[in-house]
């Protein structure tokens, strides 16, 4: 059965800023749920998850006790059927988490913040969504800023990623975070408007 609080997807490729949206949203007392945290962390500690893996990849890829995510990546990076694998694994296992968790909320809306929420299917499990759109050239140096990823890491990721005029012809609202953008107005007014929805719904 489907629960009847709101829920808000909010999504943007690498760099757009779609956690820092997200920590505004958690001020105003709205819980978030971090699908790529929770994604990460499955693969961690699920052991079962953990034991599909290493069949799939047709190598122990925990020789160090850790998920070696750089030799999952290699091998997943230029092969689709295997990255099809890995994500029927690891997706259910994610959205079984967020329905669990959603319901144990006590706001008016909840929030699922996920990188691929279109390309993972989650966007069906979700209400309204939200896209956070950056400047290409801004994304790529917030992310090599934190020194996370070289610029050609930055652009391949980016190259990979779901292009932002799809996402924003599937989204409810978009939120501008380039550095002149005021993301806090954006983000009161998406806020207001759901909790209108939410009143006219009860």
């Known amino acids: 059965m489907k629960h009847s609080r709101l829920k808000l997807g909010v999504t943007g490729g690498i760099g757009s800023g779609k956690t820092s949206v997200c920590k505004v949203f958690s001020v105003l007392g709205i ?8 994604a990460r962390e499955i693969m961690d500690k699920d052991r079962d998850v953990i034991r ?31 990255l099809g694998k890995v994500n029927s694994l690891v997706h259910p296992v994610v959205f079984e988490r967020f329905n669990h968790w959603q319901m144990e909320q006590n706001a008016p809306y909840v929030i699922m913040e996920a990188a691929i929420l279109f390309e993972s ?7 309204r969504i939200v896209t956070v759109v950056a400047p290409v050239e801004e994304r790529i140096e917030r992310v ?35 550095e002149n953008d005021m993301i806090i ?14 009143n006219k719904r009860t």
Not at 63 to 77: K, P, S, T, V, Y
């Open 185 to 198: 107005p954006a983000i009161l007014e998406i806020h207001d408007d759901l909790l209108s929805q939410i």
């Open 31 to 38: 819980p978030v749920f971090s699908a790529d945290f929770v």
């Open 52 to 82: 599909a893996l290493n069949k799939i990849a047709g190598r122990d890829l925990y020789l160090n006790g850790d998920l070696d995510r750089e030799g999952l990546a290699r091998l997943i990076f230029n092969d689709q059927s295997l």
């Open 121 to 127: 299917g989650a966007s069906k499990l979700v209400d």
């Open 144 to 178: 090599v800023r934190s020194n996370r990823h070289t610029r050609e890491q930055v652009m391949e990721r980016i190259r990979n990623q779901m292009d932002d005029d799809l996402k924003i012809k599937q989204s409810d609202y978009i939120i501008h975070n380039s």
